[in-house]
C-alpha cells in the first residue's frame, strides 16, 4: 500500500502503524505479520532519502526497534562474519590528531576542476533552519 503512496501520505499511515505498535506485538498480529511490517518499513527506508528525512527514518528505526525483540533471528549476526578489513586507529596524544588541518597533496586527496576546493566555504544549515525547511515547529 504504502508504495503507490507519495511520502507526505506514508508519514500519515505510518503514524497509524507506530501508535498501534502494542496491536502488533500482540500474538495474533506478530506471527503473521511481523514480516509484512519488515518489509514495509524497508521499503520505505529505500525510498527516503537519509538527509533529508532524517527523522522520518528515525521514527521507523525506532518503530523497528520497539517491534522486535533483541533475540529476533533478523537481527544477530549467526555466522558471526565481521568486517576484519575495517581498522581505526586511535590516536593517543592530541597532537598526532589531523582533525581539523587542511589535506595536503602528500594526502592523496586530488581535487579536479569543478569540484569544491582552495578553501570554498561549505554551508551548513542550522538546526532552527532545518525546521523551517522541513516545516517543523519548536513547539
Given at each position: 500500500v504504502l508504495d503507490c503512496l507519495p511520502l507526505y501520505?506514508?508519514?500519515?499511515?505510518?503514524?497509524?502503524v507506530e501508535?498501534?505498535?502494542?496491536?502488533?506485538?500482540?500474538?495474533?498480529?506478530?506471527?503473521?505479520?511481523?514480516?509484512?511490517?519488515l518489509?514495509?518499513?524497508n521499503d520505505l527506508l529505500r525510498r527516503l532519502s537519509k538527509s533529508q528525512n532524517t527523522v522520518?527514518?528515525?521514527?521507523?528505526?525506532l518503530f523497528l526497534a520497539r517491534l522486535f525483540p533483541l533475540s529476533e533471528k533478523s537481527g544477530l549476526n549467526l555466522q558471526s562474519q565481521f568486517n576484519l578489513d575495517n581498522i581505526t586507529v586511535f590516536n593517543k596524544n592530541e597532537?598526532?590528531?589531523?582533525?581539523?588541518?587542511?589535506?595536503?597533496?602528500?594526502?592523496?586527496?586530488?581535487?579536479?576542476?569543478?569540484?569544491?576546493?582552495?578553501?570554498?566555504?561549505?554551508?551548513?544549515?542550522?538546526?532552527?533552519?532545518?525546521?523551517?525547511i522541513c516545516g517543523f515547529s519548536s513547539t
Amino acid at each position: 500500500v504504502l508504495d503507490c503512496l507519495p511520502l507526505y501520505q506514508c508519514d500519515k499511515v505510518f503514524s497509524f502503524v507506530e501508535e498501534n505498535v502494542s496491536t502488533w506485538k500482540s500474538n495474533s498480529f506478530y506471527t503473521a505479520g511481523k514480516n509484512y511490517l519488515l518489509r514495509m518499513c524497508n521499503d520505505l527506508l529505500r525510498r527516503l532519502s537519509k538527509s533529508q528525512n532524517t527523522v522520518f527514518c528515525g521514527r521507523i528505526q525506532l518503530f523497528l526497534a520497539r517491534l522486535f525483540p533483541l533475540s529476533e533471528k533478523s537481527g544477530l549476526n549467526l555466522q558471526s562474519q565481521f568486517n576484519l578489513d575495517n581498522i581505526t586507529v586511535f590516536n593517543k596524544n592530541e597532537q598526532e590528531s589531523t582533525l581539523g588541518q587542511k589535506p595536503t597533496e602528500e594526502d592523496g586527496m586530488e581535487v579536479e576542476e569543478g569540484e569544491m576546493g582552495d578553501g570554498e566555504p561549505i554551508l551548513v544549515p542550522s538546526i532552527a533552519m532545518l525546521g523551517i525547511i522541513c516545516g517543523f515547529s519548536s513547539t
